[in-house]
């Protein structure tokens, strides 16, 4: 079994680093020595700088190959195991009675050990080597709760525990110096900042990171998806570099159209990019996405079981979901298993023997995503929502005037359509790529550069740290999802904890079979268009 390695001195001056600065490096193989020169800048996790653009996604091909090599052997050697760390946080033990939880209800019982034993048992019998970091926001997990963690894994799977994970800061200072007689607090939001501490930590020794909250149910279907979208992105950027344009084309391309969309905010391209040549650079900035989901469940009185809720969703009369996403019976062509299997009788809050029709989701909608035809192996996607300096261009479900008005202002990074997927996955080398080139202030610690605006607990959320607003925003990820409906599945993710159906308004939410079908609406009307020319 891999042992875990433990750096306690970096978890302390964690804690803390709500109110000082931190100056400290982890010391990876290779690695420079960090001077005080140095600080104001983010710190380089390998030694010359020149090399990190370079390494982008070049571990992907290895990654997947050996992710596959591993389904395919019974018994595979060390190095030819993935090695995988899975990294979740969670703040509380026992709900504490709010967002719809019942005050006292045993979470980690029946809500994160439930799904983790899933996540985990997915991985490994593929032959994968798992690792398990737990990162807790309450001060002590007791002796016979850990053996009950661990008893429930499958044998050689190893558990490390970060408790009192919390860290402390001054509360809304807001980058000013604290009242004389003004109190430390816990930053109960930035829980979810503190795996990048261990990300940074274990960097070195795991293949593969997966890191999320604690109510999310991720198994090697979503990994297997992820990284085949990676290479197919990879070899898209291989396309781009081998033209004379480095641009990757269509091999059908539509002819030229004229006059193109101008963009009305601060967006490089207009919103009627369909199947236009991608430069090599762009290509970089997309990245594999998900879509949060949950199961209704089947208690008396669902308000969103009443008659007609779910079949008035957002945008129904301007953007009718295809027919052509559903069967002659009318059932959508997505299929609820791989995300949402449950057996009967279920764990926690699940619902048992999910029909496809009871899957919903709440995080975006239509109005705010685009599509796009890129080169094979990529193909048709949907483009989630991004800031607009980072846009790489798509076709907007609104272009040119389906919201009933002329040079309608698509929407950006908006709390209720973002598409928060409360949590990521990336490869070695991806990770690499957020903190030496795509994140602006770097992706890990120590935040103290003039990006952070000497203070990164007051000013981030939640969200900002698992949800994706920094990687999807501030680092010019551009999150797409396949539009094929066996890999479109696959990036539907369970939120096991089952209560935003019963805490957000009905309004935002929508069938996932109907969001696909709009999303696959949009696309045949981007078609439609370049047959026009």
Same mark, same amino acid.
């Given at each position: 079994?891999?042992?875990?390695?433990?750096?306690?001195?970096?978890?302390?001056?964690?804690?803390?680093?709500?109110?000082?600065?931190?100056?400290?490096?982890?010391?990876?193989?290779?690695?420079?020595?960090?001077?005080?020169?140095?600080?104001?800048?983010?710190?380089?996790?390998?030694?010359?700088?020149?090399?990190?653009?370079?390494?982008?996604?070049?571990?992907?091909?290895?990654?997947?190959?050996?992710?596959?090599?591993?389904?395919?052997?019974?018994?595979?050697?060390?190095?030819?195991?993935?090695?995988?760390?899975?990294?979740?946080?969670?703040?509380?033990?026992?709900?504490?009675?709010?967002?719809?939880?019942?005050?006292?209800?045993?979470?980690?019982? $029946?809500?994160?050990?439930?799904?983790?034993?899933?996540?985990?048992?997915?991985?490994?019998?593929?032959?994968?080597?798992?690792?398990? $970091?737990?990162?807790?926001?309450?001060?002590?997990?007791?002796?016979?709760?850990?053996?009950?963690?661990?008893?429930?894994?499958?044998?050689?799977?190893?558990?490390?525990?970060?408790?009192?994970?919390?860290?402390?800061?001054?509360?809304?200072?807001?980058?000013?110096?604290?009242?004389?007689?003004?109190?430390?607090?816990?930053?109960?939001?930035?829980?979810?900042?503190?795996?990048?501490?261990?990300?940074?930590?274990?960097?070195?020794?795991?293949?593969?990171?997966?890191?999320?909250?604690?109510?999310?149910?991720?198994?090697?279907?979503?990994?297997?998806?992820?990284?085949?979208?990676?290479?197919?992105?990879?070899?898209?950027?291989?396309?781009?570099?081998?033209?004379?344009?480095?641009?990757?084309?269509?091999?059908?391309?539509?002819?030229?159209?004229?006059?193109?969309?101008?963009?009305?905010?601060?967006?490089?391209?207009?919103?009627?990019?369909?199947?236009?040549?991608?430069?090599?650079?762009?290509?970089?900035?997309?990245?594999?996405?998900?879509?949060?989901?949950?199961?209704?469940?089947?208690?008396?009185?669902?308000?969103?079981?009443?008659?007609?809720?779910?079949?008035?969703?957002?945008?129904?009369?301007?953007?009718?979901?295809?027919?052509?996403?559903?069967?002659?019976?009318?059932?959508?062509?997505?299929?609820?298993?791989?995300?949402?299997?449950?057996?009967?009788?279920?764990?926690?809050?699940?619902?048992?023997?999910?029909?496809?029709?009871?899957?919903?989701?709440?995080?975006?909608?239509?109005?705010?995503?685009?599509?796009?035809? $890129?080169?094979?192996?990529?193909?048709?996607?949907?483009?989630?929502?991004?800031?607009?300096?980072?846009?790489?261009?798509?076709?907007?479900?609104?272009?040119?005037?389906? $919201?009933?008005?002329?040079?309608?202002?698509?929407?950006?990074?908006?709390?209720?359509?973002?598409?928060?997927?409360?949590?990521?996955?990336?490869?070695?080398?991806?990770?690499?790529?957020?903190?030496?080139?795509?994140?602006?202030?770097?992706?890990?610690?120590?935040?103290?550069?003039?990006?952070?605006?000497?203070?990164?607990?007051?000013?981030?959320?939640?969200?900002?740290?698992?949800?994706?607003?920094?990687?999807?925003?501030?680092?010019?990820?551009?999150?797409?999802?396949?539009?094929?409906?066996?890999?479109?599945?696959?990036?539907?993710?369970?939120?096991?904890?089952?209560?935003?159906?019963?805490?957000?308004?009905?309004?935002?939410?929508?069938?996932?079979?109907?969001?696909?079908?709009?999303?696959?609406?949009?696309?045949?009307?981007?078609?439609?268009?370049?047959?026009?020319?």
């Amino acid at each position: 079994t891999m042992k875990l390695l433990l750096t306690r001195h970096l978890f302390l001056l964690a804690t803390i680093a709500g109110f000082c600065t931190l100056y400290c490096c982890i010391t990876n193989s290779g690695a420079d020595a960090i001077t005080k020169e140095d600080h104001g800048r983010r710190r380089r996790l390998q030694g010359k700088d020149d090399d990190a653009e370079d390494r982008w996604f070049n571990d992907v091909p290895r990654i997947h190959s050996l992710a596959m090599q591993s389904t395919s052997s019974s018994a595979p050697s060390h190095d030819q195991q993935l090695r995988v760390l899975l990294i979740v946080t969670s703040l509380v033990e026992y709900d504490k009675g709010t967002r719809g939880t019942k005050r006292g209800y045993d979470r980690l019982q $029946y809500v994160v050990l439930p799904q983790l034993v899933d996540s985990v048992s997915s991985m490994t019998s593929r032959g994968w080597h798992v690792d398990v $970091y737990l990162v807790l926001g309450y001060a002590h997990l007791a002796p016979d709760r850990r053996q009950m963690i661990q008893r429930s894994f499958p044998e050689g799977v190893g558990l490390e525990v970060w408790e009192d994970a919390i860290p402390l800061h001054y509360a809304n200072t807001f980058n000013k110096r604290p009242k004389a007689d003004q109190s430390l607090k816990m930053a109960d939001h930035a829980l979810s900042r503190q795996h990048r501490f261990v990300l940074r930590d274990k960097l070195p020794f795991y293949d593969f990171f997966v890191c999320f909250e604690d109510d999310m149910r991720v198994t090697a279907d979503h990994v297997i998806n992820f990284l085949e979208l990676s290479s197919g992105i990879q070899h898209l950027h291989n396309q781009a570099l081998s033209n004379s344009d480095h641009h990757a084309h269509v091999s059908d391309p539509s002819p030229p159209r004229s006059p193109r969309h101008k963009p009305n905010d601060g967006a490089l391209f207009g919103n009627d990019v369909i199947d236009d040549p991608v430069q090599a650079e762009h290509v970089k900035r997309l990245f594999p996405g998900f879509l949060r989901v949950e199961v209704l469940d089947r208690q008396p009185d669902h308000p969103l079981r009443r008659p007609g809720v779910l079949d008035n969703h957002g945008f129904v009369k301007e953007i009718p979901p295809s027919t052509n996403a559903f069967t002659s019976n009318g059932e959508s062509m997505l299929k609820p298993t791989n995300c949402c299997a449950e057996d009967d009788p279920p764990r926690g809050k699940t619902t048992p023997h999910p029909k496809m029709d009871e899957l919903i989701l709440w995080e975006t909608n239509i109005q705010a995503t685009g599509v796009r035809k $890129y080169a094979d192996p990529v193909g048709w996607v949907a483009a989630m929502p991004v800031e607009d300096r980072s846009d790489v261009g798509s076709s907007w479900s609104g272009y040119p005037n389906v $919201y009933g008005k002329e040079n309608v202002k698509r929407p950006r990074r908006i709390d209720a359509t973002i598409g928060n997927q409360a949590g990521f996955m990336a490869t070695r080398s991806q990770i690499e790529y957020f903190h030496n080139v795509a994140c602006p202030g770097g992706f890990f610690p120590p935040y103290d550069s003039q990006h952070w605006k000497g203070d990164s607990l007051q000013r981030h959320s939640v969200e900002f740290w698992s949800g994706g607003f920094q990687l999807f925003g501030q680092c010019f990820l551009n999150r797409i999802l396949s539009l094929d409906p066996k890999k479109f599945e696959r990036q539907l993710i369970y939120h096991v904890s089952n209560n935003k159906q019963r805490t957000i308004a009905a309004k935002k939410v929508i069938r996932v079979g109907d969001f696909y079908g709009q999303i696959m609406k949009v696309k045949e009307r981007a078609e439609e268009l370049i047959r026009q020319f």
